[in-house]
């Protein structure tokens, strides 16, 4: 990946690689225990692990150090699995496109054939670089040969080895005493576990998944992208066939934890990552990002803008050129309009911020109208203390106005337009806080016979 960031912790869609893969696998609800064999910044890993995982699903980290191979690196493991009998799932980190579906499938068909051991496997028209299923006459598994180790005969198997693994833990076990590293690698294979099963005589299979895509394997920034848009396709055929509008398909990234209502419309070149919910017969205009943890009414519209961790209530506009922030809460018949960020700020219903204003930390009661240019300036730069404004039901505030927090403006309140706020207003009444205005006569042309 040529990063300072490890491969797995690359992201996409807003969910890094690992992350993808370790929830589809707890969703198969057949998973009691994780295990996260780390090697390459393990510290970045381990620590994304406990953060992520920590409190909702028990996960252990193991370092595999010297690497010295896949089968090595499952070997780690064998210590903290001491007296399981049951069965283990091995599968790789960088494989984000398993679904639920395909991995519950394939430990289903595991218990079913009674095997000691079941590989994955997928047929490609073109298997360069991945290892090979050697079958024999009878179409059994004998094998897996590695592309580097592989003869121009075995080169020319087109089933392939997905790199998941189901193992009946008591009886493969000892296999990771008895593989060899005597290969072109100089490593411990772990696919090498299954010839040691086959002569071993336990009944061996192979189970093989028909979305190929789902075993896509990242190694670099292009396979990233490829995975991308991928997962977005995939996504976005859901919900058309759920009765969501793309415009424009090819342009569009939407994350598959991202749910839209019917009679939406989604127009070219929008962005959705993490999870978001949107109600019915919403629009979401050309070029908006949806950041994550977004939550909608119906009939909302966010046109052209940035949008993240934010509620919005029903019939409310965001945009164009707007930007909610984190924290934001929005009740129904709100307007959010041209070039207006909101951060950390609930706006009860009906309530207009219309223009070229910065609303942070603050609470805006119901029917309140913020004229073009107000900021609520909410942070004091010697202390570092965010404070809030407080708007009551009606209030007006004029525009270029700046509003100083901790500052209240009771019920039907207004603040004339330009004015500088320090102190609460009453309900009722009108604030004015600017300098009075000068008029001096003449005097752009005594200005310029002095110049």
């Known amino acids: 990946m040529k990063s300072s960031l ?23 609800g057949c998973v009691d225990e994780a295990i996260v064999i780390t090697g390459h910044m393990s510290e970045e890993v381990e620590k994304f692990v406990k953060t992520t995982y920590e409190g909702k699903f028990p996960v252990t980290t193991i370092i595999q150090q010297p690497q010295l191979g896949t089968g090595h690196a499952v070997f780690m493991a064998h210590d903290r699995l001491k007296g399981f009998n049951g069965t283990v799932l091995v599968l790789c980190g960088d494989t984000p496109l398993l679904s639920e579906e395909g991995l519950s499938e394939f430990v289903k068909k595991h218990h ?27 179409w059994h598994v004998r094998k897996i040969v590695e592309e580097k180790d592989a003869t121009p005969e075995e080169k020319e198997i087109k089933e392939i080895n997905a790199g998941v693994y189901c193992f009946e833990w008591e009886k493969i076990a000892p296999a990771f005493f008895e593989i060899k590293n005597n290969n072109a690698q100089g490593e411990y294979y772990l696919t090498d576990v299954v010839d040691w099963s086959v002569k071993k005589g336990y009944k061996t299979a192979v189970s093989t998944i028909f979305n190929n895509y789902e075993i896509f394997g990242i190694n670099s920034r292009q396979h990233l992208a490829e995975a991308t848009k991928i997962l977005s396709s995939k996504t976005i055929e859901k919900l058309m066939d759920a009765g969501v509008t793309f415009v424009s398909p090819e342009t ?25 919910t949107f109600g019915a017969n919403c629009t979401i205009g050309p070029n908006t990002y949806i950041g994550g943890n977004v939550t909608t009414a119906d009939n909302v519209k966010i046109l052209q803008s940035r949008v993240s961790n934010s509620q919005i209530g029903a019939n409310s506009t965001v945009g164009p050129f707007a930007h909610l922030r984190d924290g934001v809460e929005i009740a129904e018949n709100v307007r959010i309009g041209n070039f207006v960020e909101v951060k950390k700020s609930r706006i009860a219903g009906s309530t ?42 009606g209030v007006k505030i004029g525009s270029n106005s700046v509003l100083i927090a901790p500052v209240t403006v009771e019920k039907d309140a207004n603040v004339a337009a330009g004015s500088v706020i320090t102190k609460d207003v009453p309900a009722g009444s009108l604030a004015i806080a600017r300098e009075k205005q000068k008029v001096l006569d003449g005097w752009v042309e005594k200005k310029l016979k002095k110049d």
Request: glycine share 8%; with cysteine; charged share 20%.
């Open 252 to 276: 569009t990234l939407v994350s598959p934890e991202t749910q839209i209502g019917a009679d939406s419309v989604v127009y070219p070149g929008c962005v959705f990552e993490g999870v978001n």
């Open 112 to 138: 079913e054939s009674g095997a000691a051991l079941t590989v994955m496997s997928a047929l490609f028209d073109d298997p360069t670089n991945y290892g090979r299923i050697v079958r024999d006459e009878n």
């Open 6 to 28: 490890p491969k797995v912790l690359h992201k996409i869609l807003g969910k890094p690689l690992l992350e993808r893969v370790m929830d589809s696998v707890f969703k198969t």
């Open 352 to 393: 207009n911020v219309s223009h070229l204003s910065y609303i942070g930390d603050a609470t805006l009661g119901s029917h309140v109208n913020i004229g073009a240019g107000t900021i609520t300036a909410n942070y004091d730069p010697l202390t570092k203390v965010k404070s809030r404004t407080m708007l009551a039901d």
